[in-house]
């Protein structure tokens, strides 16, 4: 019995949704960082046996919202709840509002979909005792209560509870006669579109305050038949003039980082040396401009 279908992985920003999402699929498809909503559209990650193969999706963090960027991210993981078909209710052990964990919980439990409760974090000791009292939130709303600790994500233990994980992941999607995507894929995303995710969270991980919550990233050039190397030219979109001197640093000394560490990743991604060109413009207040958020990604095209 063959079965395969969209897995959305729902929860609260920060809950460790995306690299939950990469451990399963073991490679890194979602970007990663400290700061809350850094998952801005919904990404996909294959995992495939013999057995089925499952569409596991990366959704934003829960927000409300309704217009602008959080507008978009809000109705993102609206729409997966309605478009998988089954969910994995992520949640942590230190989310700061227990109340938030409930609201994660209550929707997917209402949403009528088969699912999973899925604890995360927990190895941070101070608040161990969390993961009975979520596990028992999530099995009084009818969810198979499971946990899981990424601290060392290569050791025996959590590949062992990887396998047994992607098991009753498997075990909700309907039968199928064949997988929807090539079984020797990791993502159906692009290149270009792995490419600015890099180098977006290059810019999480450099810049600091609230600025990257008003940073965007989009491909100018790809040229993939350049010689010696293939040549990549991006363009940094920031909301106000003055965040562009921060992005950029003294000297050119925060860029220089962000493309430095954005081309290591990017090599390992495409496998072989890039020639990577960044560059920061102002587009004020970007989030509010209904065409360059389209060009982003960031937009829904409307339902017939």
Excluded at 13 to 40: C, H, W, Y
Excluded at 50 to 68: C, H, K, S, T, Y
Excluded at 130 to 156: F, Q, T
Excluded at 200 to 221: D, L, N, S, T, W
Aim: charged fraction near 30%; proline fraction near 4%.
């Amino acid at each position: 019995m063959y079965r395969t279908g969209f897995l959305g992985l729902i929860g609260q920003p920060n809950a460790g949704k995306s690299t939950l999402m990469n451990f399963l699929v073991d490679e890194k498809v979602s970007i990663v960082t400290a700061k809350p909503q850094t998952t801005r559209r919904r990404v996909l990650g294959l995992w495939s046996s013999d057995e089925g193969q499952i569409v596991f999706v990366d959704a934003p963090g829960l927000i409300r919202a309704d217009q602008g960027l959080n507008g978009f991210l809000a109705k993102e993981a609206g729409e997966v709840i309605a478009d998988s078909d089954a969910l994995l209710a992520v949640v942590s052990v230190d989310e700061k509002a227990a109340e938030d964990n409930e609201k994660t919980l209550e929707l997917v439990a209402s949403s009528g979909k088969p699912w999973i409760g899925i604890v995360t974090k927990t190895d941070l000791g101070e608040k161990g005792h969390r993961v009975l009292i979520l596990k028992d939130m999530i099995e009084k709303r009818k969810g198979k209560a499971l946990s899981l600790s990424l601290k060392n994500p290569k050791s025996r233990e959590a590949q062992e509870d990887r396998e047994a994980l992607l098991l009753e992941c498997l075990a909700l999607m309907p039968e199928a006669p064949a997988p929807l995507y090539d079984i020797e894929l990791f993502t159906p995303e692009s290149e270009r579109a792995l490419i600015c995710e890099i180098i977006r969270e290059k810019c999480f991980e450099h810049v600091h305050q609230e600025i990257p919550f008003g940073i965007a990233v989009r491909m100018i050039k790809f040229d993939e038949m350049a010689e010696p190397v293939p040549r990549i030219a991006v363009e940094v979109l920031v909301s106000k003039e003055n965040h562009k001197g921060i992005v950029i640093g003294k000297a050119g000394s925060v860029l220089k980082q962000i493309g430095t560490d954005a081309r290591k990743d990017i090599e390992k991604l495409l496998g072989q040396k890039v020639f990577l060109e960044l560059k920061v413009s102002v587009r004020e207040d970007w989030a509010k401009n209904q065409r360059l958020m389209k060009e982003l990604g960031y937009a829904h095209e409307r339902k017939s």
